[in-house]
């Protein structure tokens, strides 16, 4: 079992549709990352929260962070072919131990 | 500043042999970790290396080490290689320092055994 789990797995859209990525555990995270891989690359950090309940915006993005800090959301608005990709959530718990706790992933293609 | 670098990108080895792989972290960062990543098992932490000293470690056999330098650049290390070590290798490196722990990764190292 996954301590982080994304949904959903696969999502193929058209370019100019809306759609909502999640990210969800029974545990609290101290803050949790999104990253976007590409094909043949590394994952690219995206945006960090860390706030229970706080909201960040990256031009079309918006990230959420759950009020209790066990989940969140990536909505991207009117969707572009730049957008496909890997999109992974990634937690850190507050342990003591600075680890990162990666979700499976959700695999977004946008079609033109 | 430069980001973390990988070598070499692409590797094919025959199983039972070993490699080394290399990695340079940004500059200033003095932790770095390394993951694998496979189509089946996503990203799986392996090992992280801060100050030359291995602070954490993940769920793989001992085939698989790493070290670290003064100058904070790591190799990792796998030896009697498996058909299942196929996989993407990623280095990250982080601060560690601030509010919140950040993964800068490199491009990879795809190995190939066969």
């Known amino acids: 079992t996954q301590l982080l789990e994304q949904s959903p797995q696969f999502l193929s859209i058209q370019e100019g549709e809306n759609l909502t990525v999640y990210c969800n555990s029974s545990?609290?995270?101290?803050?949790l990352q999104w990253y976007r891989q590409e094909p043949g690359e590394g994952p690219v950090l995206l945006v960090t929260v860390v706030t229970g309940g706080e909201v960040k915006k990256l031009k079309r993005l918006t990230f959420q962070f759950g009020d209790a800090r066990k989940d969140s959301s990536l909505h991207i608005t009117a969707a572009q072919p730049g957008d496909t990709g890997l999109y992974l959530c990634a937690g850190e718990r507050d342990t003591g131990r600075r680890a990162l706790t990666f979700g499976s992933g959700t695999r977004l293609q946008v079609q033109p | 500043k430069a980001g973390v670098t990988q070598t070499p990108r692409y590797l094919i080895k025959t199983r039972g042999q070993q490699v080394t792989l290399s990695c340079s972290p940004i500059s200033g960062h003095r932790s770095v970790s390394w993951y694998q990543q496979t189509p089946g098992q996503g990203l799986q932490f392996l090992f992280e290396?801060?100050?030359?000293?291995?602070?954490n470690k993940g769920n793989f056999p001992g085939r698989f080490s790493g070290r670290q330098f003064s100058n904070s650049r790591s190799e990792m290390n796998v030896s009697t290689l498996e058909l299942g070590d196929s996989a993407l290798y990623l280095c990250?490196?982080?601060?560690?320092?601030?509010?919140?722990?950040?993964?800068?990764f490199g491009p990879g190292t795809r190995l190939t055994v066969t």
């Open positions: 990250a490196s982080s601060f560690s320092g601030g509010l919140s722990y950040e993964q800068y």
């Open positions: 290396y801060f100050s030359e000293t291995q602070r």
């Open positions: 545990s609290v995270f101290s803050s």
